[in-house]
């Protein structure tokens, strides 16, 4: 197993009491090339810095996950973008219009710059931006982070601080308590680059997500 980088708590309150001293922590573990888990809009995820390749290549070890399979970014603002994608097809920004920040992951044209390990060799990335606002804070000062579920490949993804504990507490080097998850289902996924096609339906259904491109003269594939 990978030792801890930091010398703290492995599970620590991530509430708005005390918030700016944990998220202060949080991006010093994140800049030193750390992994953390966190909650997200959906369930809990593992977070590192997007730009950091061995900090990615840690989180596809972590998980189990196969080289060929890319890993999502969640972001703070679409300020964030710029420094991910290489350009914004019509399509996804109508979607961001509307459904942003919320339970969309987009993938878009990934900025040759990243990891191969987070674009898996797609030219592409999926990115989203969270509705949960402490994730949002957070994601202001780290930056851009993987978001990738914090559970083993094969196994239900983690709906608590305690589950992540339990299953792979030794190999991050902190977990951010926030409680157990709401969500009932992954964030649906939207591929908008030369064509726009649903890749995994979620809360926000096929349906919905046709209608609101219709309205722009947008066909869903």
């Excluded at 999926?126 to 957070?138: D, F, H, I, Q």
């Excluded at 202001?140 to 579920?149: A, K, N, Q, R, W």
């Excluded at 009932?184 to 995994?200: H, K, L």
């Amino acid at each position: 197993m990978t030792a801890r980088i930091v010398e703290m708590p492995l599970v620590k309150a991530f509430h708005e009491d005390g918030a700016e001293a944990t998220v202060r922590d949080t991006a010093r573990i994140v800049r030193d090339g750390g992994v953390i888990a966190m909650p997200t809009d959906s369930f809990y995820g593992l977070g590192a810095c997007v730009f950091n390749e061995k900090a990615v290549h840690r989180v596809c070890a972590i998980k189990g996950r196969r080289a060929e399979k890319p890993i999502l970014v969640l972001i703070a603002d679409r300020a964030q973008l710029d420094a991910l994608v290489s350009c914004v097809p019509p399509a996804a920004a109508v979607l961001m219009d509307r459904f942003w920040p919320g339970p969309l992951t987009i993938v878009l044209p990934a900025s040759p710059c990243l990891p191969a390990a987070l674009t898996a060799g797609t030219g592409t990335v999926g990115v989203r931006l969270p509705a949960l606002s402490l994730l949002v804070k957070l994601l202001h000062v780290t930056g851009p982070l993987t978001g990738t579920s914090a559970n083993r490949s094969g196994a239900p993804p983690a709906r608590s601080a305690r589950e992540v504990e339990q299953s792979m507490g030794e190999d991050v080097e902190l977990i951010l308590d926030g409680g157990p998850a709401s969500a009932t289902m992954p964030s649906t996924v939207v591929e908008a680059t030369d064509t726009v096609r649903v890749v995994r339906e979620g809360p926000i259904s096929r349906t919905t997500i046709g209608a609101v491109l219709i309205e722009k003269g947008i066909q869903l594939a």
